[in-house]
Every structure is written in C-alpha cells, then in structure tokens.
C-alpha cells in the first residue's frame, strides 16, 4: 500500500474542508470505527503471540478483515481501503517496533489508540475513492457525501489523499507528484548562520528577524492558559477533576486554538523567508545539524534537574534551533523543486574564526561584534559566520559533514594552515 509517488517530489496539497453537521458526524463516527479496528486488529496479534506464540501477519488478517465486514455493520459501513489502510498502519508500527528490537533498542509496544491521537482517515489510493467536482468547490467522500471545501489554489492529479481534524476543524490533504521547476541562475551564493538576536544571519550581512509569533501572541495565549486555569478543579497531585466539564473543553479548545494560529505565523514566516533566499541564491551553504551539542544540553538537564535557569536556557535554545531546523528543512525542500544547490558544512568555531584572514580565536568575538584579533577586521558576529560558513563550502571540506568526532581539543582540528588561500577565495566571491 505504498504511495503511488514514493520515489519522487511530494507535495501535500492541504484544503479546508467545511462539513455540514451531519457530515461531520459521519466523519467522527468513521474515526471511531478505524480506531475500535485497529485496537481490535492490535488486539489480535497480541493474543495470537501470547496464547499460542503465533505471529499474525498484515495478509492474513487482511481476509479476516473481509469476514469481519460482513458480520459487523459498523465496519460494512466505512469504505474498504480506509480500513486496508488502518492495517496497513498497524503493519508500519510493528515495521518500526521489530526494527529498533533488531538493532538492540527497547522501544515500546505499539499501544492501543485513545481518541485524542486518532485524527485522520487515509484513503491509499486517494483519487479512487474522493472525487472533486469540476470547479473543485466540493469533494465526495465514499459514506459522507459531497463535503465543501475551500476556495483557492487548484489541486493537482493526486494519488493518496487524508481527511484530517485538528482543534476542531476539518481538513483534506492530497498527495500529489510535483516536477522540478528551475529557477533562473542567479550566479550568487550564500551562508545561513544561526543567529543568537536574529533567526538568521546571512552572508551578504541581510539578518532576518525572528517573527515574534510567539511573544506577539503570547499574551493570548496566556490569558487564555489562566482562563484554562481558572475553569480547572484539581486534586491534591494536580490532575483535573473535571475534564467532562463543558466550560473546561470550551477553555482548552480556545487555547490550543491560540496555540495554533501562533504556530501557523511562525510557519507562514518560515515559508516565506526560505521563498526568498532560494529565489536570490543559486548556492546556498548551511550549518550541519549540531546534534552533538543537543544531546549535551540534554544530558546537563538530567545531571542538574534542579537547575530552572539552566532549563529554561536549554529549552530557549532548542526552540531556537527548531526555528531554524524547520527553516533549513524548507529551504532544502524549495531548493530541491528549484534545481538549486544545497551544502552542509561543519559549523564549529565559525563564530570564533575570521572571514577575511581564517585565524581561529575565541578572543575575536566580542558579543554581538567581530573584531579580529589578527587582521583588525569587524564585522557582525553572525554575519562574520555566516561568510566563514559560506567559505567553508568554497575551500576544500575539513571533514565530511555529519562524520565529526572528538571533542574541542581535537588534535586535527582546526588548522589555521587550511585557511591560507582565503584571501583569494574572499576575492573571488566578492566578500
Ligand atoms: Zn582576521
């Protein structure tokens, strides 16, 4: 039941969906159908391993499915492959279970599904089942009927598709195949350096802002959290009493809503810088992940758990850095559709090293300034890495990305010899 597109550029058409009150009921009950049938078929397998050491595969409890259909109306009554493709999800959880048990992991047992984590219907072969009307203004939904959807952006021949609910509302998601399109040639490069005070420091000295989503909408947020608050009766451990309480659902409802829209900003925000720099740049260099700086601060949190101040630190920077990660994530991807180039470099000691002479030293960066403690040179701290990054990409690497081992006090690494030519490169990319 793999995606018709698998192999190829993706692209999910996300639409609005605006269903009447009866269709909405047929959705909900369609969910709650899925989810008893995958408990049910979990269930199955459980059994089957604990009173007779059998291990049930997806095939054969794909012909049982065919029986269970007959005998119990409420499965009769969703469309078939919805269900194929609950199993087929139940197999890809097992997939994932045996796989880590293979290579010495201990993950958990794929576990039974309550209704918050069940949100969508998948339908493997998308177009079959779901028809759009000629203008696209409604979808038909196998059992549900024509469902109207919102206006806008025409959706392409599409394979597998997904209904899907969040904080209320519903949507559809079509899998579609995109052809790349090449952007013209620009003949321009670039480094992307993570900044402290900015999300981004380019090499060409743009810096792009933080969209404060988050701060700007904070207030929201919060006032709806101390409505939450306010509406919440606990006990003494501090779990709600009375989680069935309408004004309760109402309150957590409005803020997961709040939430929402702040999340949805940031992302616009994110979709449109990274439209903008794949626009302006044929070469674009970014920073490899830094996961070993991330498991570090994870390790500080569990050695220092009293620590809050340390906490919160750590916790601002992995927002930061998830900012960013989904930023570099969105560029790779437009990048990929635009024919563009992108490289990874190591980005250690790029906000210690100097772009116009390579010398490598601590004493250089002074807060938000770069002052060169060798040459005399100045410039932006972030902008400084950012040129350094892109410098990175022109010399020859110093090691493959992702391969870094060793600590600061690697013997091999840096050597000031690498960084000799630079003065030319710094010419010849007109720094
Ligand atoms: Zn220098």
Redesign the pocket.
């Known amino acids: 039941m793999a995606s018709r597109f698998d192999g190829q550029l993706r692209w999910l058409h996300k639409v609005r969906l605006y269903p009447s009150c009866a269709q909405e009921r047929s959705l909900i009950s369609m969910l709650r159908v899925t989810r008893e049938l995958y408990n049910a078929l979990l269930q199955q397998r459980r059994d089957a391993w604990t009173t007779r050491h059998v291990s049930l595969a997806g095939r054969e409890q794909y012909a049982q499915l065919t029986e269970l259909r007959e005998a119990e109306p409420r499965f009769e009554g969703v469309y078939r492959e919805c269900e194929d493709a609950v199993l087929h999800r139940l197999d890809l959880a097992f997939a994932a279970f045996f796989r880590r048990l293979k290579r010495g992991e201990t993950p958990g047992y794929p576990r039974f599904k309550v209704a918050a984590r069940w949100n969508q219907l998948e339908f493997p072969h998308g177009d079959r089942a779901l028809k759009l009307d000629v203008v696209q203004r409604s979808v038909r939904v196998p059992g549900v009927g024509s469902i109207r959807l919102r206006k806008g952006r025409a959706v392409p021949e599409f394979g597998r598709a997904f209904l899907v609910t969040k904080n209320g509302r519903w949507y559809a998601i079509f899998e579609a195949h995109r052809l790349p399109c090449a952007l013209p040639v620009t003949g321009r490069s670039v480094g992307i350096d993570r900044g402290v005070r900015v999300l981004a420091a380019l090499s060409d000295g743009t810096m792009i802002e933080n969209l404060r989503a988050g701060s700007r909408r904070r207030a929201v947020v919060e006032r709806h959290q101390r409505s939450l608050d306010t509406a919440t009766v606990k006990d003494a451990i501090g779990r709600p009493l009375n989680r069935k309480d309408p004004a309760r659902i109402a309150a957590v409802r409005r803020l997961a809503r709040a939430k929402e829209r702040a999340a949805n900003a940031r992302l616009d925000w994110l979709h449109k810088v990274s439209r903008t720099i794949v626009l302006r740049f044929d070469r674009i260099v970014l920073e490899a992940l830094r996961l070993r700086s991330m498991t570090r601060s994870a390790k500080g949190t569990q050695e220092e758990p009293g620590a809050r101040v340390r906490a919160k630190a750590g916790l601002n920077r992995a927002l930061l850095d998830a900012a960013f990660g989904t930023l570099a994530t969105l560029i790779r991807e437009k990048a990929e559709y635009a024919a563009r180039t992108v490289i990874e470099v190591d980005a250690r000691y790029t906000s210690q090293t100097?772009a116009?002479?390579?010398?490598v030293c601590k004493e250089s960066r002074k807060g938000a300034r770069f002052a060169?403690v060798?040459?005399?040179?100045v410039a932006d701290a972030d902008v400084n890495a950012a040129r350094v990054i892109l410098l990175r990409a022109e010399s020859p690497p110093m090691r493959a990305p992702g391969t870094a081992r060793g600590g600061q006090h690697d013997a091999a690494w840096p050597r000031s010899r690498r960084w000799e030519s630079i003065g030319g490169l710094t010419k010849s990319v007109g720094l």
Do not use: F, N, V, Y
């Not at 116009?356 to 010398?359: F, I, L, P, S, V």
């Not at 060798?374 to 040179?377: A, E, F, N, Y």
């Open positions: 100097c116009a002479c390579g010398c060169c060798r040459c005399g040179h």
